[in-house]
């Protein structure tokens, strides 16, 4: 019995890691066709492509299209939930899982949004578009960097099944302020706002789309917040009010 049990582990073990790695690269997938979908860049349908409607339908589909990412995002990030979650599945599967249905829920934003092609601004100027360009990158580049800071691979799920296929312990977490984070508590979000906002052609589409992911960056943020102070407690509530949250505070740090 002991050898066929030594197998069954052995399967369940190489199961949880194939999935956490098909999770981990169709994520990967969503955030580059997310990429493009904002840039315009590569993709075979942006932010702007697509036969347009009327503006209210446009707006109410993509409103709740936004709003089903937001809820998504935010429910399944809470710590009642998770706890939910891993009642149903293996916990060394819970963080892949989200990354998942995250990765889904951008797809299906992709599939259905509906361009509003009015213009809002366009900038002529090659070296104001340049600019703007330089900083759309800049912001993506400030996302990946922040997620490495911290652990790039546990953040997406990976670490955890790796840790499960080699049976080593799950650690506890550890508060840290590497880098960006000693200028500013969510440079990831920063990052993403950065690119959201950076583009030399702002159509009314793409408005609502930065208008609505920037909205849920900052509530999302509030609750990471108190999720994170449950979790750290005194140290993280100093850091609060040493550090700006996701624009940088002005003032010094104090020591």
Partial sequence: MRPQKQTNSL???????LYSIACYLIFLAAVLYLIGFTGGVLVPKNINDGPAVDWPTAVLINGLLLILFGVQHSL????????RMIALIAPVAERSTYVLLSSLVLGVTFWLWQPIPYTVWEVEAAWAKALLSGLF???WGLVLLATFLISHFELFGLKQAFDHWRNAPQKAAIFKTPLLYRVVRHPMYLG????????PHMTAGHLLFALGMSVYLFVGARFEERDLVQLF??????????VGMIVPQLKKRRC
């Fill in 192 to 199: 993403f706002l950065i690119a959201l906002w950076a583009t």
């Fill in 76 to 83: 399944m990030a809470r710590r009642s939930f998770k706890d």
């Fill in 137 to 139: 990158w800049l912001g």
């Fill in 233 to 242: 407690g005194e140290p993280y509530q100093r850091y609060q009010r040493e």
């Fill in 11 to 17: 399967t369940v073990h190489l199961l949880c890691l």
